[in-house]
């Protein structure tokens, strides 16, 4: 997998909105570029390409969790990965192919019956929906949910794939005090493209 450097992430999203795609085998988020709320990256790999911004407090993370097919993860400043999984909170986007008869309704609710039977004593809670602009993203909580973590989904649906924006959190206390970053994190989503050229080299 190729990471690129904060001076291409700009060129690369240019491009990416005329159709071009750099070398990637998969999904790829490149980071470093800084916005008004933190470190920002580019997701980009089969159908999609979409920007994001890690909250102010938060790192980005895009090599820890490939190996699972996860290429933007956050944790909070001062905090590693492994720290926040054993004991704090992380996030991450999840993207996922559209087959013919998917839509968010049917993920939500796979998700919720999936959850319901991993995690028997897992409550299953539609959250508000987060705005940006004017869109309506449906979140699911979980609580707890899957390892007796406090979780929530945010579901996006583009032409071609599924995004899901993942808040994990060690305890309901975590969880309360970090959402308010989870909703920025979901409110920086800006999609460019489902028309993305991989050139293999």
Not at 47 to 54: I, P, R
Request: proline fraction near 4%.
């Amino acid at each position: 997998m190729k990471i690129l450097t904060v001076g291409t992430v700009l060129l690369l999203a240019a491009g990416l909105q005329a159709g071009a795609q750099q070398t990637s085998p998969s999904s790829n988020a490149a980071g470093g570029g800084k916005g008004p709320e933190g470190n920002c990256g580019l997701l980009y790999g089969k159908d999609h390409a979409l920007t994001f911004c890690a909250p102010g407090g938060w790192i980005l993370d895009n090599g820890i969790m490939n190996d699972q097919g996860i290429y933007a993860v956050f944790y909070p400043t001062g905090s590693n990965f492994q720290d926040a999984k054993v004991s704090g909170t992380f996030m991450y986007f999840n993207v996922v192919g559209k087959a013919p008869e998917s839509t968010v309704t049917k993920l939500m609710a796979d998700d919720a019956k999936q959850v319901e039977h991993d995690a028997r004593a897992a409550l299953v809670i539609q959250a508000d929906p987060i705005k940006i602009g004017d869109a309506s993203i449906p979140v699911l909580r979980f609580a707890p949910g899957a390892f007796d973590r406090y979780e929530a989904v945010a579901y996006i649906g583009e032409e071609k794939v599924l995004i899901m924006v993942v808040i994990s959190s060690k305890n309901e206390d975590l969880f309360k005090k970090d959402y308010p970053a989870f909703v920025l994190l979901v409110q920086s989503y800006k999609w460019l493209s489902s028309n993305v050229t991989i050139q293999h080299k």
